[in-house]
């Protein structure tokens, strides 16, 4: 298998990484239900994030985490939501920029948990 070596392969991952959450039973509840993602609006974005990410081009310019805190996140769904994206990344993609791309994604899972943990958004509860 490749590494992720361009645009098109973040459009790749992205879509694909997408789709299973789109389906998954907890993660599509968040966004699809609670949230109502515009997904044509939602994945250029996406794609975006990732090209920043992983070969610092200047596209996105969002801060996203205001717009989680008013979700139903609970802190186990940061885990679920690393495992679909490295899973996703070990189906399309094999090197260092796909190594590079699931440390990423369990750093922007660990700030954005720790972030909402400092807000108080997880219950005593969460913490188990």
């Not at 660990?110 to 943990?117: D, I, L, Y």
């Amino acid at each position: 298998m490749p590494d992720i070596r361009n645009e098109e392969d973040i459009t790749t991952l992205v879509h694909a990484f997408y789709a299973k959450v789109e389906e998954d039973e907890r993660l599509g509840y968040i966004f699809n239900e609670v949230a109502d993602v515009d997904w044509d609006d939602h994945l250029p974005k996406m794609v975006d994030f990732w090209s920043k990410m992983l070969f610092q081009t200047e596209r996105y310019k969002g801060r996203p985490f205001r717009q989680h805190l008013p979700l139903p996140i609970e802190k186990n769904d940061f885990g679920r939501w690393v495992s679909l994206f490295t899973d996703t990344v070990d189906e399309h993609f094999e090197g260092n920029r796909a190594d590079y791309a699931k440390e990423l994604a369990v750093n922007v899972a660990n700030s954005f948990s720790t972030r909402m943990a400092m807000e108080g958004k997880f219950d005593q509860k969460d913490e188990n």
